[in-house]
């Protein structure tokens, strides 16, 4: 389904866990740990990526960028540490990339049910005033899918109150 773009039009689609949904950038977050980033790429699906960087974690202190070119479209995850000082980092890496299209992902486990929120609110938003990037998917984690509802709901009326044309697919 083809939608009207222009610069005050935004599309967003809620995704569950194990959706089939063609995005090739996504944001993340991590905690410390022990996953090696090589292992993190060798998963298959995005929702796999996030949820061991949310459990078992990464062995990474700084923000990461991985870049997986097997697929026919090559796909990246840019996964910062799990705090609200990591939505600068994102949205300079949108304004830097500039991807048609971002994914988004914050375990409500690891970084707090109103922080993921407001990080969502906040890339969103920063990406529709500094970028070209319209079409965003939110990936809700297994048990995150209400969360993120009431997330998607509220951005779109924050969003509409600023004068934003804004189609929620769930």
Known sequence: ???AMNEKSAIIRLLRAGSEYNCNFWLGCFRAGDTLTSELLALANPDEVFAVAAT????????????????PMPRYFYLAPANMEAVTDYANVLKQWQPVQVGICFDANLVGNEDARFMTLDIV????LNTSVRE???????????RLLNTSVWLRETLENESFNVCLYH
Request: aromatic share 6%; glycine share 8%; charged share 20%.
């Open 56 to 71: 078992a974690g990464l062995l990474e202190s700084e923000s990461v960028l991985l870049a997986d070119a097997r697929a």
């Open 1 to 3: 389904m083809s939608v």
């Open 125 to 128: 938003h920063n990406a529709l």
């Open 136 to 146: 965003f998917a939110l990936l809700a984690g297994d048990s995150d899918y209400g």
